[in-house]
C-alpha cells in the first residue's frame, strides 16, 4: 500500500494498518491453507494489534463460561453482564468476526470490546463460539446460532434473559451469520428484539460507490474477500441476506457501516432493503473507518464508534418489544434460501 493511498485516513489508522503489514511479514502462517495454522497466526495478530491499539476490558464487567447447546453438540460461550447485575437482562446473543475460517471469542480484542459494550449498555451480550469453515461450511454457523437462540429462550430463568428482550448481533462475517438467523427466525415466526450488525457484508455481488484506491487504502479489496468466501465453502448466495426474497417483519436493525469499507455500499443497500420493507433501521457510517478500524479505541474516531454503537444499543433494548410478525413468510430451504 502507498503513502498517497492512505492519505485520506487519519494517522492513528494509518499506523495501524502498517503495523498488520509488520506483523504479518514474521508471521508464515498467516493465509496458509492449513486453517488450524491460519487460526494461530490470526489469533497472534488480532491479539499483538490489541495490546498496541485496543483500550482493555474494563473493570465491572462480569465474564462467565456457559455451554450453549448447538446443533452437533455443545457450544462454548461467553456471557458479559454489568457485575452486581440481578433479575433477567435485555440479552444479545453476539458472533465475532473472522472471515468464517477464524476468530475466536477469546482474542482481546473480542474479549474487551463486549465486555464494554455490555458494561455501557447495560445490554447482557452472549458470545458464541460457533463452528468454522472449511470443517464446517456456510451455513453451519447460522445454525449454530439459531440453535443458541434456542437454548437462551429455554434457560431464560436459569441465565439471566429477559426472552422477550432477546436479540442478535455480529462484526463482519458475524454480522451475516446473524442477519441470516434472524431471517430464519423471522420465517420460523420466532421474535428477535433486536439486530445490530456491525460492518455487514450483506451481500458479495459488486456495488459501485468507492474508487480503487479507497479500497486499497481500507487494507482489504475484494478479490480477498472472495477467496475468504470460496474457501470457507459458502457459495455466494448462501451469504447474501441483501438477496433474500422477502426482508419484511424483520427484527429492528442497527446498521454500522465504515467510509473507506469495500462492504460498506452492500451495507447501506441492506439498510435500504429493510426500511423499503417498513423494518425500523438506523444507519450509522463511521467517517474515516475500514473495515477493522472500530476496535481501535487509542483512536478518537473508534471511540467515537464505540459510543454511538452502547447508546444504539442500550436505546433499542430499553423500548418495548416489537409487535409480532403480522405476515406468513415462506419457510428458508437449509441453506438460509427461499
Keep these: 500500500m502507498s503513502t498517497a493511498d492512505t492519505l485520506a485516513l487519519d494517522a492513528p489508522v494509518r499506523a495501524w494498518l502498517r503495523r498488520i503489514d509488520e506483523i504479518v511479514a514474521d508471521l508464515p502462517e498467516h493465509g496458509s491453507p492449513d486453517p ?22 474494563p ?40 472471515g ?26 452472549v458470545s458464541l463460539e460457533y463452528r468454522l469453515a472449511p470443517e464446517h461450511p456456510f451455513p453451519a454457523p447460522v445454525d449454530d ?22 436479540g442478535i448481533g455480529g ?3 458475524g454480522a451475516t451469520i446473524a442477519a441470516s438467523a434472524a431471517l430464519r427466525e423471522r420465517d420460523a415466526g420466532r421474535r428477535l428484539h433486536h439486530q445490530a450488525l456491525e460492518v455487514l457484508p450483506a451481500t458479495l455481488r459488486p456495488l459501485s460507490g468507492l474508487s480503487a484506491r479507497r479500497r486499497r487504502a ?16 459458502a457459495p455466494l448466495a448462501e451469504c447474501s441476506p441483501l438477496d433474500a426474497a422477502d426482508h419484511r417483519d424483520l427484527a429492528p436493525a442497527l446498521i454500522l457501516a465504515a467510509e473507506f469499507d469495500p462492504l460498506r455500499d452492500g451495507a447501506v443497500a441492506y439498510a435500504r432493503a429493510l426500511q423499503d ?3 425500523p433501521v438506523t444507519l450509522r457510517i463511521g467517517a474515516g473507518h475500514v473495515h477493522g478500524s472500530p476496535g481501535l479505541t487509542a483512536w478518537q474516531g473508534a471511540r ?33 434460501r427461499r
Design 36 to 57: 488450524a495454522a491460519h487460526r494461530r497466526a490470526a489469533r497472534i495478530l488480532s491479539d499483538l494489534l490489541a495490546a498496541e491499539f485496543t483500550d482493555p476490558t
Design 59 to 98: 473493570p465491572g464487567a462480569e465474564a462467565e463460561e456457559l455451554r450453549l447447546t448447538g446443533v452437533a453438540g455443545p457450544l462454548r460461550a461467553r456471557r458479559f453482564r454489568p457485575a452486581g447485575a440481578s433479575g433477567p437482562l435485555p440479552t444479545m446473543l453476539w458472533l465475532h468476526g473472522g
Design 100 to 125: 468464517w475460517i477464524a476468530g475466536t471469542i477469546d482474542e482481546v480484542l473480542n474479549e474487551s470490546t463486549t465486555a464494554d459494550r455490555a458494561l455501557r449498555s447495560a445490554v447482557q451480550i
Design 145 to 166: 446460532a439459531v440453535a443458541a437462540l434456542a437454548d437462551l429462550r429455554a434457560r431464560a430463568g436459569e441465565l439471566g434473559v429477559d426472552a422477550d428482550r432477546l
Design 171 to 173: 462484526n463482519s462475517a
Design 218 to 233: 481500507s487494507g482489504m479489496d475484494g478479490a480477498e474477500l472472495l477467496a475468504g468466501i470460496y474457501r470457507a465453502g
Design 277 to 279: 420493507a417498513d423494518v
Design 304 to 336: 467515537d464508534w464505540r459510543d454511538v454503537f452502547v447508546a444504539e444499543l442500550a436505546a433499542a433494548y430499553a423500548s418495548e418489544p416489537p409487535h409480532p410478525h403480522p405476515h406468513p413468510h415462506p419457510a428458508t430451504d437449509p441453506r438460509g
